[in-house]
């Protein structure tokens, strides 16, 4: 079926093999053919740099004319062997799965794929699946994602058998592990949503201030309208009472005189507050109120007149 000519090769991960009347070249390190001949240079600088430059161009030069154009395959692909036939030697073998459907040539390394082809293609789901799930052992001339695999040695063993019965029960308890993985997921999906809205619902009350006084629990079920009228600054002036709000059939008034002795208090606290400020500065020594106006460390400013 195959053979690899007797060639001498500069480079040792690079050989000459001949299939179905064609040669082309295979690279035993990456597991893929390299065809046509013209794409060796380009395969040993993107994936063999270890090698050196001189090599490489040894090695490009003795198969360009080794191998004729007439030779190499169309398309730049060898044809694929056919199913159940003898392994290509060279090549490695993969444990693989084959749709058992009639007329349905699918092969895959993946079983999650295979379940997917008979889900979507077949319309076969669960248990249905398992008599058409073929254990068959894979070649391709590429291991990478232009893999295309056909079938080498026997036909495919039905998971219906005796001796796929005991892979059958694997493949549910397998099936029932991704099936806690995905609910595991979405409840995982789920609390992350819940926390995040919880997070965008948070406001001032969760601030430390307010879990240290537990003013929320506190004032849970209260008139917070009423208790925020409260924090109001008097009208200055005010020349009728201050209705705060109802709660429970009751309204909530501020007589005009507490309004009234509430502005004088607070403007008096205000006064005072403004007086100290300025016993404090008057009381600071001019050097250091120019220091302290400055932006550097030791910078010192020139226009330091008095506040």
């Known amino acids: 079926m195959s053979a690899t000519l007797p060639t001498t090769t500069p480079a040792g991960p690079i050989q000459d093999h001949a299939y179905a009347d064609y040669r082309f070249l295979y690279c035993n390190v990456c597991h893929l053919v390299v065809c046509p001949a013209a794409a060796l240079s380009r395969h040993l600088s993107t994936q ?35 199913d159940h036939s003898q392994p290509v030697p060279f090549l490695p073998t993969y444990q693989g799965f084959a749709c058992g459907k009639d007329d349905c040539r699918y092969l895959t390394q993946n079983f999650g794929c295979l379940k997917c082809q008979l889900s979507k293609a077949h319309a076969l789901y669960r248990d249905a699946r398992t008599p058409f799930v073929h254990c068959v052992t894979l070649q391709s001339w590429y291991s990478d994602t232009r893999a295309q ?26 099936e029932a592990v991704q099936i806690r993985e995905q609910e595991r997921l979405v409840r995982a999906e789920h609390d992350n949503a819940v926390a995040e809205a919880d997070c965008q619902k948070a406001d001032s009350s969760t601030t430390p201030w307010l879990e240290y006084t537990q003013w929320p629990e506190q004032f849970a079920g209260r008139p917070i309208d009423i208790l925020t009228a409260t924090a109001v600054l ?11 709000g109802a709660w429970e059939g009751c309204s909530f008034i501020s007589p005009r005189e507490d309004e009234m002795r509430l502005s004088r208090l607070i ?41």
């Open 267 to 307: 403007g008096a606290a205000v006064f005072t507050v403004f007086q100290r400020c300025l016993y404090t500065l008057k009381a600071v020594p001019e050097l250091l109120r120019c220091w302290l106006k400055t932006f550097t460390l030791d910078g010192f400013g020139s226009d330091s007149d008095s506040a």
């Open 234 to 244: 008097p009208a200055k002036g005010c020349t009728a009472d201050n209705v705060l």
């Open 48 to 82: 063999h740099r270890s090698i050196p430059c001189y090599q490489r161009k040894r090695v490009v030069n003795h198969f360009t004319s080794l191998l004729a154009p007439a030779s190499q395959p169309d398309y730049g692909r060898p044809p694929l062997p056919p």
């Open 149 to 174: 695999y056909w079938i080498v040695g026997e036909r495919g063993v039905a998971m219906r058998t005796e001796r796929g019965q005991m892979q059958s029960d694997q493949l549910r308890a397998l």
